[in-house]
């Protein structure tokens, strides 16, 4: 009866049960009492009874390293309450019946027969799949069992929560700059009952389960698993009725399942697009009561060996249930390596058109940090080898790589008739229809939605029956017993979608007010791009009514609230307004001056070099100085917290040092030759934690000190040249300064001529 406890859908049952008496039972429990206590008060995080009675099981199965049903029990035995103990028993003896029926009603034969049905079934259904899942009418498919290219899998203990797109994808490119990879057969050939996969749109986490399905139909992974299913939150969402498990595989898998019941120790449930499931705060909240049984049947699915997959910040938020699963394993996907890069460009572009594609690759910024991700690189690699010429400026920003995925189909896959994108575009029904597919889309994000019905599909467009087919590539139409549903195939593009809405139809007060459209802001920057060299062009005078191309009010609106917003030391928000800059390939009009001016005049503007930068983001910055010092500004501060620098990041500081007040170092660093010229105003240099030689400190930082006016050092205790330091000060410019060294402060040179002599021995 005790494993009966770990029934997630036995425990919301029983929260509901144990109602106001949770507290008592708790304290029989032995539960400590202020935890008890915190729970009773905390009225915003559990503002129901039977919430509360849930945490305080939670609580109890954290800190007993043994819960049984007969501790409940006795604890319910206490209050006292004997009608309360029947129906508990009563309730334990249901499920304990049921686990009871699953796991040995079932034939040795039977399962044989099930298990090579299953395995027949994947091996004829998923040895294929679409290469690229999104925009294709007609899809390139690609032989897993041939020419699976391995992503890179990496341990996500530390996930991230925001589900905000552009915050994901810059999160990605962070992690993406150092990781260790974790081999594919040591995720997949060890023994865990919770495998949770997260990853950004486009990575590649359906193409790896698919691989999954296949080794294990080849007898290659999970050996001690004899049933495995697959199942999509996409489809699952249209099945919120039914009540049990059995009954969802029976309509996934009624060619295969006929009056069969599952086995605890014998099955691993496969749940891919997490992040699509419409009830997924039900699910990954059990203190939310919720009326759609399709919610605990995932919750049940939860006792059996699973892995689930979705984006980054699903599974985050979706793995604090996991409280007492000592045998679960969190893992992101990180997409293709170099190695992988350049398998995939050897198997999939054909010779004459590799050089090319390697070229761009290796000398777009953008086409560089996006390759990893299977979705960018397979659609890049299209793109430039159909025009078999390098267009410096088709991958020269996010919104430009974007533009160009998405008109590339439009021109290959919906339009089909070899026109070239200038002529499409010429075309008032075209640009009509890229309108209309961008108001879904923009429909689709400020409502938290992924999925939409033919009812909620009339509504976006108008003479729906005539043209529903007309929309498919760029959405997805899924048919079930219940009915149709649509999707956009892929969540980046809809982003893009909604963006270009945004940018046509919206004015900037519109904008700017709706917090959905955050995600959007640096994308909507990029749309003011005015460069006639880019296809950009194409999608910002879509709507008659409203005539944006070359209008930059918008531009200005969004960089005015984000340098309102930046406070002091938050290189974040930074970031976010040079990215936003930078997408928009602007340069310092007299609007931007009036904003860059009014922000300087209060807080200054500021360049952090760092381990988390990526090189887009240095890219942004680069382009931002470039046009800031141009116009004769001073920046307030340059922060530099690493030692080893990429050559972007050392022309960027090279940049910055012809014009800034402060510079600190965190780190010592070799310039390799490179010495500053311009006067700054205040140096740190924090290396107390880093022991340098002379040598080294002389030809890196003694270019700064002769520099600067004040001076903030902090030494390590070991070093064994402060004499050499003391002279360097004393013969130096310097007007105030303080050295810390040896848990001492010097301020003075009196003070250091001293301590010199003595060369500090103590």
Not at 523 to 543: H, T, Y
């Amino acid at each position: 009866m005790d494993e009966v406890l770990r029934n997630p859908v036995f425990q919301i049952k029983l929260s509901e049960l144990l109602g106001q008496d949770w507290f008592k039972i708790g304290i029989y429990l032995n539960i400590e009492q202020r935890s008890l206590e915190s729970i009773k008060s905390d009225s915003i995080n559990f503002s129901k009874q039977e919430c509360k009675a849930y945490e305080m099981l939670k609580k109890w199965f954290n800190f007993d390293e043994k819960p049984t049903f007969e501790k409940l029990k006795l604890a319910i035995l206490n209050i006292p309450k004997m009608d309360l103990l029947k129906e508990v028993e009563d309730l334990a003896s249901g499920f304990f019946t049921m686990s009871s029926y699953l796991s040995e009603g079932v034939s040795k034969t039977d399962l044989l027969r099930l298990s090579a049905e299953l395995k027949k079934y994947y091996l004829k259904y998923y040895g294929e799949i679409s290469e690229l899942q999104t925009l294709l009418k007609t899809s390139t498919n690609l032989d897993l069992r041939h020419k699976f290219v391995d992503l890179c899998i990496v341990d996500a203990a530390k996930t991230q929560m925001d589900a905000v797109f552009s915050v994901e994808r810059n999160e990605f490119l962070k992690k993406q700059m150092s990781y260790t990879p974790i081999p594919y057969s040591k995720v997949f050939t060890q023994e865990k009952s919770v495998i949770l996969i997260s990853g950004i749109a486009g990575i590649g986490k359906t193409w790896l389960l698919r691989k999954c399905l296949l080794d294990w139909s080849n007898d290659l992974i999970w050996k001690n698993v004899e049933l495995v299913f697959y199942l999509e939150c996409r489809r699952i969402n249209q099945y919120e009725d039914i009540s049990n498990i059995n009954d969802l595989l029976s309509f996934f898998y009624k060619d295969i399942i006929s009056n069969f019941s599952i086995s605890f120790h014998t099955t691993l449930f496969i749940i891919d697009g997490l992040d699509e499931f419409k009830y997924f705060n039900e699910l990954s909240n059990p203190e939310i009561k919720c009326n759609y049984p399709i919610v605990n049947v995932l919750a049940e699915i939860q006792s059996y060996k699973h892995l689930v997959a979705g984006r980054v910040y699903a599974i985050d938020q979706y793995q604090s249930i996991y409280t007492d699963r000592s045998d679960k394993l969190t893992i992101q996907i990180m997409g293709f390596n170099e190695n992988g890069i350049t398998n995939y460009v050897e198997n999939h572009v054909i010779e004459e058109n590799k050089e090319i594609v390697k070229a761009t690759l290796k000398e777009s910024p953008i086409a560089k940090a996006m390759a990893s991700v299977p979705f960018y690189l397979s659609s890049m690699c299209k793109i430039i080898s159909d025009s078999k010429t390098i267009n410096k400026n088709s991958f020269l920003t996010m919104t430009d790589l974007y533009a160009n995925i998405f008109l590339y189909f439009l021109q290959k896959h919906i339009i089909k008739n070899n026109k070239m994108i200038y002529q499409i575009m010429e075309n008032d029904s075209n640009k009509k229809y890229i309108l209309n597919i961008c108001k879904i889309a923009f429909e689709l994000l400020v409502e938290n939605k992924v999925i939409f019905s033919k009812e909620e599909f009339q509504t976006f467009v108008s003479g729906f029956d005539k043209n529903e087919g007309n929309f498919f590539g760029f959405i997805e139409k899924i048919e079930t017993n219940l009915g149709c549903y649509y999707q956009f195939a892929h969540l980046t593009i809809m982003e893009f979608c909604a963006s270009v809405y945004a940018y046509n139809c919206l004015s900037s007060d519109e904008i700017m007010t709706n917090r959905k459209l955050n995600s959007c802001l640096s994308m909507i920057c990029g749309l003011s791009n005015a460069s006639q060299n880019s296809l950009l062009k194409f999608l910002v005078n879509l709507n008659p009514l409203k005539r944006s191309y070359g209008k930059p009010i918008l531009l200005y609106s969004i960089l005015d609230r984000l340098s309102k917003s930046i406070v002091i030391l938050s290189f974040d928000e930074f970031n976010f307004l040079y990215e936003c800059f930078y997408e928009s390939q602007s340069s310092f009009t007299d609007e931007i001056n009036s904003i860059v001016e009014r922000k300087g005049r209060f807080n200054g503007w500021e360049i952090s070099i760092d381990d988390g930068k990526t090189s887009y983001a240095t890219s942004c910055d680069n382009y931002f100085v470039n046009y800031y010092i141009k116009s004769g500004r001073k920046l307030k501060r340059l922060r530099v917290n690493k030692n080893i620098l990429s050559d972007e990041e050392k022309n960027l500081i090279i940049r910055c040092s012809t014009n800034v007040r402060d510079v600190y170092f965190f780190r010592p660093i070799n310039f390799e030759g490179w010495k500053p010229k311009d006067k700054i105003k205040v140096l740190w240099i924090r290396i107390s934690d880093y022991l340098i030689t002379k040598k080294d400190f002389e030809e890196n930082f003694l270019p700064w000190i002769n520099l600067c006016e004040k001076l903030a050092l902090s030494l390590h205790y070991d070093i064994d040249f402060f004499k050499d330091i003391c002279e360097w000060i004393r013969c130096s410019n310097i007007k105030k300064f303080v050295i810390t060294y040896r848990e001492k402060y010097f301020r003075n040179l009196d003070e250091l001529t001293y301590n010199a002599e003595k060369c500090l021995i103590f």
